[in-house]
């Protein structure tokens, strides 16, 4: 994993690109002033007898005159005396405000392994639709500003959540980093700052700050908090599942409006239980959508919950290369594929988004690469966002056929299965405004 620290970054560029225009207007240039003046006269009275000769709009002040024409009708500033020069008064746009890490977010827009973001972004960056992303909670962002509805802390074990008591309102993450012999490990390891990664390939802001932008930067994200010391309990997991789709848990709020799609980046060796069965289940009834990373265990993903969970979008994880990551787990319950990343051999290979620099607790927003099915699950959640975004009475059942049915052939190998192929945001959200404008 690489870090890029924030101060790091350019400035905003905002420069602006010429771009031919109707061309309705044109500057002409004269030998001298006499020959403009004799040419704005000749222009008055040749319009008299012919309404498609040149009208004289105004003088420039660096030099030039501004005639409007019929385009096409050029060759009629020849009967002029003494022209130089002619040119378009083209109209210059402003460049959009680019984020300046767009490029290394490959994922994005590599026309071979990317998720084609651009083409989706015609239509819609997910404007009025809702992600909740249960993980470890979340950390303060620039690129979240704004971007954020309340979220909820589900960790009931005081010791596993850090913050001090068990459920509460704040799902900030305090981070999840092990001492040697904790969590039946003899190593230590740092904070992961998982949920913060996964929040900014679904949120980040499009342009300002110029960092990154997520496949839905005009969504709105829940932060939900379930993953903490050692991992998070299936018990937490089930209940912020029927939380954060619009039902009721005990001693808990109900969320202002039930999201559009969950993401569970995470999994456990087994089959899927039924307390997890039941809370998608519900959270399907209520119409929200959820999606699972496939795990990183190079098995067949029916060992892993819940990805192997009834109902589920599952998802697996493709290198750089556009086949099926070495670490993916694989097989028929793989719904479809997703850039996960080639997992650390080349930093800049893996996934680009929000990242803490904090060992144990916070420390610095910042941007870094991760890898993994569990990069790979957002953004397909992201997608689901800008597919409610586009047609918000869009079904959880003709979510999941259209993102089969639009996935891309992989551009590399999966012998082993990875679902319908590559996720393809463009041709996803391209046939739901069709079917959208096909409804009565
Ligand atoms: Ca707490
Ligand atoms: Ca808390
Ligand atoms: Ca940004």
Partial sequence: MRLMPLVALASLVVSTTLVAATPARYIVHFADAASAHAAGGQSRHARMARADMPRHVRSLAAGG?????????????????????????????????????????????????????????????????????????????????????????????AAAARDGDGRDADPTDMGNWSDPGDCLSPQGKPSTWHGTHMAGLVVARAGNPPGIVGLAPEAKLVPVRVLGRCGGRTSDIADAIVWASGGDVPGVP??????????????????????????????????????????????????????????????????????????????????????????????????????????????????????????????????VALMRSADPDIGVDEVASQLVDNARPLPGRCPKGCGAGLMDAGATVDAVVEDRGRRP
């Fill in 65 to 157: 005159e501004v005639f409007q024409l019929a385009s096409g009708n050029e060759a009629r500033f020849a009967a002029f005396p003494g022209v130089i020069s002619v040119e378009e008064d083209r109209l210059l746009v402003p460049t959009a405000i680019v984020d300046s890490l767009w490029k290394r977010q490959w994922y994005m827009h590599d026309p071979k392994v990317g998720v084609d973001a651009e083409v989706a972004w015609k239509y819609t960056r997910g404007a009025g639709a809702v992600v909740a992303v249960l993980d470890t909670g979340i950390t303060p962002h620039p690129e979240f500003d704004g971007q954020l509805l309340p979220g909820y802390d589900f960790i009931s074990d």
């Fill in 254 to 383: 109900r969320i202002e409006r039930r999201v559009d799609v969950i993401n569970l980046s995470m999994g456990a060796t087994g089959a899927c239980g039924q307390a997890l069965r039941q809370a998608i289940e519900q959270a399907r009834s209520r119409g929200t959508v959820v999606v699972t990373s496939a795990g990183n265990d190079r098995k067949n993903v029916n060992t892993n919950t819940p990805a192997n969970c009834p109902g589920v979008v599952s998802v697996a994880a493709l290198g750089r290369d556009g086949g099926m990551a070495p670490y993916s787990n694989f097989g028929q319950q793989i719904t479809l594929s997703a850039p996960g990343g080639n997992l650390g051999e080349r930093g800049f290979d893996d996934i680009l988004s929000t990242w803490n620099t904090g060992k144990r607790g916070q420390e610095r927003s910042v941007f870094g690469y991760r890898g993994g099915t569990s990069v790979a699950s957002p953004q397909v959640a992201a997608l």
